[in-house]
């Protein structure tokens, strides 16, 4: 997927693709100039971005892998701006962290169970509980492995539900993780810097912050949703089955997720389509 950036000597606009490292070294394919995209955008964001251009596009289990992505690599930010956070309380050189966080994560780099299981030691050291929405069914997991591994093809419906379930956690964790977030953001801020001091005399670096999902909660207006409970038009969820067979606790938190999800696309996924462009 790629996106357009505008070349600062000659300001036309060129299209570049998502780099793995978020540092983009283009030319200009009008005027030849050299120059230097740094976008700053973590991973999941970028991922769970491109799962919602897709689904919004109509390609339903696209969009499915992008999200299951985006959660893996959501956990991941998770343990890196934990680790980082402590380093920092703990006066320790940030350089030397992030190095050492590094070399520990390769470890896990190609085990999805142990970086889930890295997550979950991470949020109780952090928060001081359990993370009790580690559970395939909260996770979507059924659903996940249903489309990505047996090739199911989904209703655009379920995987709205599926897009919101994974909006919502990623959302409550960020908000969980307040300025923690910034230790992550730091580092790959001095990411960047390296990149730039090896750029040759006469390329111009950009750095662009672009429009996505999760920039509703942190730079947009989107309020929190509101805890379950009894209010003027939705009152609290009793215990039993509803209709559908389904749980009514559950069928409420999930009515409060595709909500939040809604919210937030209604607020973003028009700036996510402009985005796109050609």
């Not at 995209?37 to 251009?53: A, I, M, N, S």
């Not at 892998?65 to 890196?80: G, K």
């Not at 937030?264 to 996510?272: P, T």
């Amino acid at each position: 997927m790629d996106f357009p950036t505008t070349c600062p000597t000659c300001g036309r606009e060129n299209r570049a693709e998502y780099a793995d490292s978020s540092v983009h070294d283009l030319s200009c394919a009008h005027c030849g100039a050299a120059y230097c995209v740094l976008v700053r955008k973590q991973k999941f964001e970028v991922l769970f971005d491109l799962g919602t251009r897709a689904l919004m596009d109509g390609y339903a289990r696209e969009a499915v892998a992008s999200f299951a992505a985006a959660l893996e690599r959501f956990f991941e930010f998770y343990v890196r701006s934990y680790a980082l956070e402590r380093a920092s309380d703990t006066a320790s050189d940030f350089g030397a962290a992030t190095a050492a966080l590094t070399a520990t994560w390769r470890h896990v780099a190609s085990q999805s169970e142990r970086q889930l299981g890295m997550f979950a030691l991470a949020y109780l050291l952090r928060e001081g509980k359990e993370p009790d929405f580690l559970t395939p069914a909260a996770l979507g997991a059924d659903f996940r492995n249903r489309v990505i591994h047996r090739g199911e093809l989904p209703a655009r419906a379920d995987v709205e539900a599926y897009a919101a379930q994974v909006f919502a956690l990623i959302d409550r964790l960020l908000t969980e993780l307040g300025d923690g977030a910034k230790q992550a953001e730091l580092a790959q801020e001095q990411a960047f810097a390296l990149h730039i001091a090896g750029l040759p005399d006469g390329v111009t670096a950009v750095f662009e912050e672009h429009p996505g999902m999760f920039r509703a909660r942190r730079f947009g207006t989107l309020a929190p949703m509101p805890k379950p409970g009894k209010t003027a038009t939705q009152p609290a969820p009793k215990s039993g089955m509803n209709s559908s067979g389904m749980n009514s606790a559950r069928a409420y938190q999930q009515a409060q997720q595709q909500a939040l999800f809604q919210r937030a696309l209604e607020e973003r996924g028009k700036l996510l389509k402009g985005f796109k462009g050609g």
